[in-house]
């Protein structure tokens, strides 16, 4: 059974994180209607088959909306960071990346536009390539 995140996660883990790297930012969400857009598309699914069907499929998605739907006033990255992390951990993965690699990801994947954009495909290769399951 996949362990989802949820909408009040997400923003502890943005709130934590503004309140602990840089308390003087503004907080909170900035679009209702993207975090709710960010939560539900790991789960989507068309005509019964699953849009995302690996755990690194729906924990890229999740990833790449975070840091490119803005739904925090800051701390996207960050968030789409931690986010990540958590996802995986509760689904008994753990990255193995050090701080610089994943803060380095993360830019990539948010200044990656049109053409050059990284699919999902290619993130969630990257995570794979990047984590371990926890026995």
């Known amino acids: ?43 989507q699914n068309t005509f019964g088959a699953e849009l995302y069907p690996t755990i690194y499929d729906k924990a890229a998605i999740l990833f790449e909306m975070i840091i490119n739907k803005h739904c925090f006033y800051n701390g996207n990255k960050r968030t789409a960071v931690m986010g990540l992390y958590v996802f995986l951990r509760k689904n008994k993965i753990q990255l193995v990346v050090s701080n610089k690699e994943i803060a380095d990801y993360s830019v990539h994947v948010a200044v990656q536009k049109g053409k050059h954009r990284l699919t999902n495909e290619e993130i969630a290769k990257w995570i794979e390539i990047n984590s371990q399951k926890i026995k």
């Open 1 to 43: 059974m996949i362990h989802y995140l949820t909408e009040k996660e997400l923003v502890a883990i943005n709130y934590t994180l503004i309140k602990q790297i840089s308390p003087t930012e503004d907080f909170g969400v900035k679009d209702p209607s993207a975090l709710k857009a960010v939560v539900a598309q790991p789960r």
